[in-house]
């Protein structure tokens, strides 16, 4: 039997994201070798991790500044954007150093099971964005799955009228994969040999 307070560390580490309960264990077994000065470092930082954060106003990336870097920066490519459906997308597109242009973050994808519908997404921004007509390609950095399947073609049949060419990334990432999960090399090939839709 665990004492509780150990118990109740492990079960908050459980709550993350691909953390089962022998990881978190561990995690909590972790932090007992911490000194308590170290230990409220890394509690200070998860407190006040949101408080310098904005939500950029024109990409709505998460950031500490509105724009964000990417939208503010004059030598990137103001004419394309790719959509992808969150931060983590848009991080993992930028490690590979073959991306120069602005980015649009619909905040996830089409999923009716889980009440996830055109208005839960950031899709009126996007097509406000289009309407100063300066954009001519957008690109849909969305997962090779079924939301993503889904969402990329509701995208491509509600930006047609828009007459700008709408391209995919290739299918250089595995069918399933998550852009976030992908390696660099891989991500900058799928970028490369994108096609239009």
Do not use: W
Not at 133 to 141: A, C, D, F, K, R
């Amino acid at each position: 039997m665990l004492p509780a307070s150990i118990k109740k560390l492990t079960e908050q580490f459980n709550t993350l994201p691909g953390i089962g309960p022998k990881t978190a264990q561990r995690l909590a077994f972790f932090c007992l070798k911490k000194t308590p000065a170290e230990l409220e470092r890394f509690a200070d930082t998860i407190k006040n991790v949101k408080a310098d954060l904005k939500i950029c106003g024109t990409c709505l990336n998460i950031a500490q500044t509105n724009p964000c870097s990417i939208c503010s920066d004059p030598d990137r490519d103001k004419r394309i954007i790719c959509v992808v459906a969150e931060n983590q997308d848009q991080q993992s597109i930028e490690r590979t150093g073959e991306y120069n242009g602005l980015y649009h973050i619909l905040g996830g994808v089409l999923n009716p099971l889980e009440g996830v519908n055109p208005q839960s997404l950031n899709i009126n921004q996007l097509v406000e964005r289009l309407r100063s007509g300066q954009i001519n390609e957008i690109i849909l950095g969305l997962n090779p799955d079924l939301e993503g399947e889904s969402t990329a073609m509701y995208l491509q049949k509600l930006l047609f009228p828009f007459n700008i060419k709408i391209t995919r990334l290739a299918k250089g990432l595995p069918s399933g994969a998550d852009i976030e999960y992908a390696d660099e090399i891989t991500l900058a090939s799928a970028l490369k040999n994108r096609r239009e839709l």
